[in-house]
């Protein structure tokens, strides 16, 4: 049973062009989360998704940010016009079922660095 | 606010110690706590999942507490050895609407042989 898994593992843009973050979750889990982990800093969510469906997108910035789980394939983080401040590590997670009593399991992550 | 913290930020130890790592949060009104392990430009791993009604939980040489009133949990690591050296994370989750977790900033152990 493949873990979450994400892609690219690294991705560099120039400011200005788009970035576009993959992340396929564990096999019968239908429960997204986005985090992004800045240099020095913690991890923070971003958005929750469940197929089809965006369940809590208050840690997304509110321009520029996008991010979707479609009924098919991967979910998608989007970020558009990215600026040197976008550069972080971006995890994805998921889980059998949303909040209360299960475990979040994390990909390996995708390092987005903006020059 | 809902926050939650981690001390010491960093820990230094000699191969062979037991040693403990403390995360408090906030509020207490929480689903559930998971200890993470992040090695450097690594994702996480997830170490123990303790849920509300749980005083504690076990896996090998970890064992994590909790203690809701107090709003405090506890990475106890026994015999500690050079491979545990990795940052470790708490994360809280408070579940109802909000699926996510909310992590501390971890803290950064090295065991030295």
């Known amino acids: 049973n493949a873990g979450v898994m994400q892609n690219p593992r690294h991705l560099v843009r120039r400011r200005g062009q788009e970035a576009r973050l993959r992340c396929s979750p564990m096999?019968?889990?239908?429960?997204v989360y986005w985090y992004r982990q800045l240099p020095e800093e913690g991890l923070k969510f971003m958005v929750y998704l469940q197929k089809e469906n965006i369940i809590d997108e208050s840690g997304m910035p509110k321009e520029r940010f996008s991010a979707e789980f479609p009924k098919e394939g991967p979910s998608i983080l989007r970020i558009q016009q990215v600026v040197r401040g976008d550069s972080a590590a971006y995890f994805c997670a998921s889980s059998t079922k949303g909040v209360s009593y299960n475990e979040q399991f994390f990909g390996p992550g995708t390092r987005l660095t903006v020059l | 606010k809902q926050e939650v913290t981690q001390i010491p930020a960093a820990l230094s130890v000699p191969e062979g110690e037991n040693l403990v790592l403390n995360c408090s949060f906030t509020d207490s009104a929480i689903y559930n706590l998971q200890w993470f392990r992040q090695d450097p430009g690594k994702g996480l791993t997830s170490l123990l999942l303790i849920q509300s009604s749980q005083r504690e939980q076990t896996s090998g040489r970890l064992n994590a507490s909790l203690d809701k009133s107090s709003g405090r949990s506890t990475l106890y690591i026994a015999a500690s050895q050079p491979g545990d050296s990795a940052t470790y994370l708490c994360a809280v989750n408070y579940g109802g609407s909000q699926g996510n977790l909310i992590f501390g900033k971890g803290t950064k152990l090295s065991v030295k042989p």
């Open positions: 096999k019968g889990h239908s429960h």
